[in-house]
């Protein structure tokens, strides 16, 4: 019986480190959840924002494109008009003197010619710096697009940390929960012993009489108590416990 005692107290013991290991396995597998929706939440957030990016250098590739056709365009028109006045040479400046009826019609004439040139060279001068501002614009979407690529990169791979450890905890979670079990399992089954050496030992016929005790013992009723024999020596006892001892039963209505 004392071995049953053993054998339970040292099944609790066992028990109460399996449930408490079960508890803190728990508590870090939830914690691991909550930090994966965290990593979730946050690879969706730098998708949108991948998304915009996208939508923006496709948006700055068709300014860019658009505005180099513009250059293109514009500057075929302005080697057009410096070839024709390379072309015509002295001809025109001739034309420009005699063409003018006055004096003041002749500086018109030349103030025009030079406006016009400034005016093309001007508008040379926008469309590239357009060209440059869409270009830089460009590259500073793609770098940030980079960038972004790259965390997106560290998150998935902190996600797929953090689930190979939600399933390791997993695993551990359920085999302390077979351990939980088997050791609920193994109590009974000495509970049950237990209790069938309890009503073996109630079943037991007494040696005796019983005897009033001359008290109230509420307390006691129902307890066993061994009581060794007068000059009985302890290795008796070990060899033979009942040859040197009797067991003595408080009776229920003591």
């Not at 505005?67 to 024709?84: G, P, Q, T, V, Y």
């Not at 003041?104 to 030079?114: A, I, P, Q, R, V």
């Not at 109630?202 to 006691?220: F, K, W, Y």
Request: glycine share 2%; aromatic share 6%.
């Amino acid at each position: 019986y004392s071995e049953l005692e053993k054998k339970l107290e040292k099944l609790k013991k066992e028990m109460s480190k399996t449930q408490n290991e079960k508890k803190e396995t728990l508590q870090y597998k939830n914690q691991l959840d909550t930090e994966i929706s965290i990593v979730e939440e946050q690879i969706e957030n730098l998708n949108r924002h991948s998304t915009e990016l996208n939508s923006q250098i496709k948006a700055n590739e068709a300014l860019l494109t658009k505005k180099e056709a513009e250059i293109s365009e514009n500057d075929e028109l302005f080697k057009s008009r410096l070839r024709a006045m390379y072309v015509s040479g002295e001809t025109s400046i001739w034309e420009v003197i005699f063409g003018s009826k006055s004096f003041s019609d002749f500086l018109m004439n030349t103030e025009y010619m030079k406006r016009l040139a400034e005016s093309d060279q001007k508008l040379m001068q926008k469309l590239n710096l357009d060209k440059k501002t869409i270009v830089e614009a460009k590259e500073n979407v793609e770098k940030a697009k980079i960038k972004l690529d790259a965390n997106k990169q560290t998150l998935s791979v902190k996600k797929a940390s953090l689930n190979t450890k939600y399933k390791e905890s997993q695993r551990l979670l359920n085999t302390l929960t077979k351990e939980e079990n088997s050791l609920k399992n193994e109590q009974i089954k000495i509970n049950e012993e237990m209790e069938k050496i309890d009503e073996e030992i109630r079943q037991m016929p007494a040696i005796a009489e019983p005897v009033a005790l001359g008290a109230v013992l509420s307390n006691l009723k129902g307890c066993y108590f061994f009581c060794k024999g007068t000059n009985k020596r302890m290795r008796d006892l070990a060899r033979w416990p009942m040859d040197n001892g009797s067991i003595i039963r408080i009776l229920d209505d003591c």
